[in-house]
Nanobody
Framework: QVQLVESGGGLVQPGGSLRLSCAASGSIFSIYGMGWYRQAPGKARELVATITSGGSTNYADSVKGRFTISRDNAKNTVYLQMDSLRPEDTAVYYC????????????WGQGTQVTVSS
């Protein structure tokens, strides 16, 4: 059984920073692409950032220059450093990873709430 467990969400003031973590565990043979998505109330889930197994990154235009995605392959963990946070960044953030286990398929974390408010 493969699990993705997120941590690091919370309440922060505009202009502040948060760091999200997502650790994969279970019967894992390999992890391919990893990423972060978010869903605000009443809106569709949207891509925030992705990172390949080789470290190539991709960001949504709305977070470029403010968010940084990284991964530690030895720890099966992906991170999202979020700086200069804005109220419009408020959402539930979900971790996603393509994991090779007994089969290869995408997995999702349970989500972590990020609220940016004064």
């Amino acid at each position: 059984q493969v699990q993705l467990v997120e941590s690091g969400g919370g309440l922060v003031q505009p202009g502040g920073s948060l760091r999200l973590s997502c650790a994969a565990s279970g019967s894992i043979f390999s992890i391919y692409g990893m990423g972060w998505y978010r869903q605000a109330p009443g809106k569709a889930r949207e891509l925030v950032a992705t990172i390949t197994s080789g470290g190539s990154t991709n960001y949504a235009d709305s977070v470029k220059g403010r968010f940084t995605i990284s991964r530690d392959n030895a720890k099966n963990t992906v991170y999202l450093q979020m700086d200069s946070l804005r109220p419009e960044d408020t959402a539930v953030y979900y971790c996603n990873a393509d994991i090779g286990s007994y089969t290869t398929r995408p997995y999702w974390g349970q989500g972590t709430q990020v609220t940016v408010s004064s």
